[in-house]
């Protein structure tokens, strides 16, 4: 059964840069040639879409993300990556990865993520 895993640094300060990496395990990450994508919900607040990386490693992000955001795929490694530049306190969220547009697999706990001003 496929696992999804996303880890980060917890906490990090306004402006920084966030990196974090989801993990597949159980299965891989090309199974099915599936596209997989990043997802927040910040705190009492809806999911939001960050963005998609295919199989072939061609991206898309959330145009109110864009401009900060970078995913990546390691499909050796089994890993999808997120990194975020210039981070804001309203970034704070739990972040989580499946794939896209749906997410097949069973979601993992995500990874809180808490930036502090």
């Known amino acids: 059964q496929v696992q999804l895993q996303e880890s980060g640094p917890g906490l990090v300060k306004s402006s920084q840069t966030l990196s974090l990496t989801c993990t597949v395990s159980g299965g891989s990450i090309t199974t099915s040639y599936y596209a997989w994508s990043w997802i927040r919900q910040p705190p009492g607040k809806g999911l939001e879409w960050m963005g998609v990386?295919?199989?072939?490693?061609?991206?898309s992000y959330n145009p109110s993300l864009k401009s900060r955001t970078s995913i990546s795929r390691d499909n050796v490694k089994n890993t999808m990556y997120l990194q975020m530049n210039s981070l804001k306190p309203e970034d704070t969220a739990v972040y989580y990865c499946?794939?896209?547009?749906?997410?097949?697999?069973?979601w993992g706990q995500g990874t809180q993520v808490t930036v502090s001003s």
């Open positions: 499946n794939t896209y547009p749906k997410g097949v697999f069973s």
């Open positions: 990386i295919g199989y072939d490693g061609s991206t």
